[in-house]
T-cell receptor, first 111, second 115 residues
């Protein structure tokens, strides 16, 4: 099964707070885990990505934490800003290079 | 602009009509992907090309769907005899596989509405 489960479905955070989105995967053949950010009417844009040989990756305010044994990974957005309000998708890439996406998390950052 | 472009951005059609969408990948990207995204869901893989060769199709892609990438440059996705269930955003992505990296860059999508 190649499913990627994402939670929560929606998230409301105050400006300056930490946003946390979680994903779990089943396919142990996945070897690349990107996070995409999507604004209404736009295509997904790559935010940050990680490979399973690394437990954490940080780029600016965005951090991926990866737990290979639990087959889980999460996105942390530090100092969340209203401009971060968007839908976030986690994904896993399989051996044929197609991305299997989670169902998305709609983030709202209140001023 | 050097990103992935898609045309048209919006398409409204009547059930039973054929539609064709175009995707222009980032220059020199050898891989091109098509995904379908319905409201409130993540993109679902449809098919992909390495250069001009179509390497995989999803089971979602019925015989009404066909895709081409002549000469390994732009790609077209055609849906014949459209049904209301085909209403969705159709996304194109491209990548240049280098070593272990295959980062996919998405276009803005074509939103299809079937009446």
């Amino acid at each position: 099964q190649q499913q990627v489960k994402q939670s929560p479905q929606s998230l409301i955070v105050q400006k300056g707070g930490i946003s946390i989105i979680n994903c779990a995967y089943e396919n142990t053949a996945f070897d690349y885990f990107p996070w995409y950010q999507q604004f209404p009417g736009k295509g997904p844009a790559l935010l940050i990505a990680i490979r399973p040989d690394v437990s954490e990756k940080k780029e600016g305010r965005f951090t991926i934490s990866f737990n290979k044994s639990a087959k889980q990974f999460s996105l942390h957005i530090m100092d969340s800003q209203p401009g971060d309000s968007a839908t976030y998708f986690c994904a896993g890439m399989d051996s044929s290079y197609k991305l299997i996406f989670g169902s998305g998390t709609r983030l709202l950052v209140r001023p | 602009d050097t990103g992935v472009s898609q045309d048209p951005r919006h398409k409204i059609t009547k059930r039973g009509q054929n539609v064709t969408f175009r995707c222009d990948p980032i220059s020199e990207h050898n891989r091109l992907y098509w995904y379908r995204q319905t409201l409130g869901q993540g993109p679902e893989f449809l098919t992909y090309f390495q250069n001009e060769a179509q390497l995989e199709k999803s089971r979602l892609l019925s015989d009404r769907f066909s895709a081409e990438r002549p000469k390994g440059s732009f790609s077209t996705l055609e849906i014949q005899r459209t049904e209301q269930g085909d209403s969705a955003m159709y996304l194109c992505a491209s990548s240049l596989k280098t070593g272990l990296t295959d980062t996919q860059y998405f276009g803005p999508g074509t939103r299809l509405t079937v009446l």
